[in-house]
């Protein structure tokens, strides 16, 4: 009996077109899958990235809040008797404390004061100067005018300087 190899593909065609089939439809749905898998693993980076990003806004609010509550934390109608105790501390004297018109942002208000001081020296002026920026309550200095008092200096007294000075206080608006 010789093995004809026609006749056998003949008895098994049914069974191959089958398995041909089922191979066409096997790859199809894995080609489906690895495109759904693709897919999600996109949208899994595009949420990873909206999660990180909504993390630095948390992280980022949260920071502002407290800035807020420290900028806020201070009585604005104590604001010259905080600024008299800063200059009884540095031995300074203070001839006028001014308020002036605030500046309204959208964000904080801005409180300057305006300020003529006298004072015996230099390292009295920097110790209130230095009292004053590191406060608890958040002073600047904007600008700082010194002048010898000439006055004082033709007298023979001692040479005291006069120094005019605004300071800004600010307020986080809500």
């Known amino acids: 009996?010789?093995?004809?190899?026609?006749?056998?593909?003949?008895?098994?065609?049914?069974?191959?077109?089958?398995?041909?089939?089922?191979?066409?439809?096997?790859?199809?749905?894995?080609?489906?899958?690895?495109?759904?898998?693709?897919?999600?693993?996109?949208?899994?980076?595009?949420?990873?990235?909206?999660?990180?990003?909504l993390l630095r806004?948390?992280?980022?609010?949260?920071?502002?809040?407290?800035?807020?509550?420290?900028?806020n934390r201070k009585n604005l109608s104590m604001v010259i008797n905080h600024i008299n105790d800063f200059a009884k501390e540095a031995l300074v004297t203070v001839a006028s404390i001014r308020p002036q018109t605030e500046k309204v942002f959208d964000d904080y208000t801005v409180y300057p004061y305006e300020m003529s001081l006298t004072v015996n020296g230099y390292h009295a002026l920097a110790e209130f100067i230095s009292l004053i920026e590191n406060s608890q309550d958040v002073f600047i200095i904007e600008s700082l005018n010194i002048k010898l008092d000439t006055l004082n200096e033709s007298s023979g007294r001692n040479v005291k300087l006069i120094a005019g000075m605004r300071v800004n206080t600010y307020w986080m608006n809500e």
């Not at 003949?10 to 790859?27: E, K, T």
């Not at 894995?30 to 595009?46: E, G, K, V």
């Not at 806004?57 to 900028?71: D, P, V």
């Open 57 to 71: 806004i948390e992280k980022s609010k949260k920071l502002t809040e407290s800035a807020k509550q420290l900028i």
């Open 1 to 53: 009996m010789r093995f004809n190899f026609f006749d056998a593909l003949q008895d098994h065609s049914a069974g191959i077109v089958i398995v041909a089939i089922a191979l066409i439809l096997a790859r199809n749905s894995y080609s489906s899958q690895a495109q759904t898998i693709r897919s999600l693993a996109n949208r899994i980076d595009a949420e990873k990235k909206r999660n990180e990003e």
